[in-house]
């Protein structure tokens, strides 16, 4: 113990200075293989990644954007008649479309076959009717147990004017 505060008076640094080094040294190399881990999982379902999101966009867009590119550093150029469009260039509606797609299509490549519950939560509130009724037609059209999380009625009378079976729970 009395070499202890003897070093600490020399080196300058206290007991919980160094606890706090050690954490943060712990911290750095665990998001070091966090990182290296996603990289190396997006680098070898990039191509199960692309085809999927491109489907799921395609189809929720009514088949307005021909396709998809996910580049090397995930970057996301969108394709309509032949012109490469960046997301920023989409229209709000579109983009939160696209953001859908990304989040469907990451999770539907990494699930491979099995039917994963999908949770969304406010998710439709910058779609306008034509984009909502689009997007609600092809979720309902999936395997995928959806959860719908809204403060608005208007994805439940949408849903019930397509005649698509649903569950309610209002709280």
């Not at 309509?80 to 953001?99: D, F, I, N, T």
């Not at 099995?114 to 034509?130: G, I, N, W």
């Amino acid at each position: 113990y009395n070499l202890g505060e003897e070093m600490e008076e020399v080196s300058g640094t206290t007991r919980d200075e160094r606890a706090i080094e050690t954490e943060l040294k712990s911290i750095r190399l665990a998001y070091e293989v966090l990182e290296r881990t996603a990289r190396d999982s997006y680098q070898s379902n990039r191509d199960s990644i692309q085809a999927a999101v491109s489907e799921i966009f395609s189809g929720i867009t009514g088949g307005r954007y021909d396709d998809l590119m996910v580049t090397e550093n995930g970057q996301v150029t969108v394709c309509k008649e032949g012109r490469r469009l960046e997301p920023w260039q989409l229209s709000r509606g579109a983009m939160e479309q696209l953001y859908l797609a990304l989040r469907l299509g990451v999770g539907r490549s990494l699930m491979k076959e099995e039917a994963m519950p999908v949770l969304l939560d406010e998710t439709f509130c910058a779609y306008d009717e034509r984009r909502l009724a689009r997007t609600l037609r092809w979720l309902a059209g999936q395997q995928d147990q959806v959860i719908l999380f809204t403060c608005q009625k208007r994805e439940m009378e949408l849903l019930e004017q397509m005649g698509v079976g649903y569950s309610c729970i209002l709280l």
